[in-house]
């Protein structure tokens, strides 16, 4: 495992991310890294302690090396944690978009408490069953799980359910067979259709982690976005998956601050100043290099009822 890790930080250093060879590296590094997870935690009996809960992480998939690395270290997405430790407040409402799971819903419910509630969307079948039985094992009432992949309106797409971990599933395909996944069929909706369904709550964080299908996932938000002033985004941006689902990564940026949001960098080590509207250019060209970030996204305005998401937006299937 150490030697898989190493090799990640030698593709960085190099900048072999911004490269086909350099990615394809990455691709079979990740087959690797999950065949040896998976001999370690398959078919896994005791539940394992990650951030004072107890979880499963695998059944007969497991999570990518970077994930159980980081879990098991109490070190995954650690900025992203911290930051949403010091947002969420008891009461509020949380949509966790992509739970996998369940490593971010676990730590919502237990900071909104009884007053407030998560809603975690988990499409991918096994993925689904984990993150229920992680919900049910710490005794959360708070919580809605529901099975369902979030695009852009209801219907039917093609998940492709990845062999370099079971946090990489997508609804992006890929052109290399490497990447490519295994397609299931999976249920989608979009985050409007779902709020309206609930009668419209207030809804204060997003979280967002689906592998490149953002575009269609905030095409599906308009009206969440019209009626909460003061929602926040955590999301994740990868410039080479947004390319892949046809999205330009800089139009997706400027989507984000028409639609009020300033956008700030989670990683303390990003340079906050390239993610100004007049620097998107620049902040793809060093966010390739690191391969993905994490975005903040404030609303900053009130000022973003005439954006029309549906023309921005390319348009997908």
Known sequence: ???????????????????????????????????????????????LLVDGHRMFLSDRHAPSLAFVNGVLRNGYEADSKSLLEGLIQEGMTVFDVGAHVGTYTLMAARLVGRTGHVYAFEAEPENYSILKKNVELNGYQNVTCVPKAISNRSGLLTLYVSNQGNDRHTLIGSSDANCQGTPCEVETLSLDEFSASIEWPRVDIVKMDIEGAEPMAIEGMSELFRRSDNLSLLMEFAPDILRASGMNPEDFLSLLTLSGFRISPVESTFPEHLLQPDRFGSAILEIEKLGAINLFCRRDSADHTGVDHKTMLTQHP
């Open 1 to 47: 495992m150490s030697f898989l890790s190493a090799a990640g930080t030698v593709i960085n250093q190099m900048g072999l991310r911004r490269s086909l060879t350099g990615r394809k590296l990455i691709a079979r590094l990740n087959v690797l890294g999950e065949h040896a997870v998976r001999r370690l935690y398959l078919n896994q009996k005791t539940p």
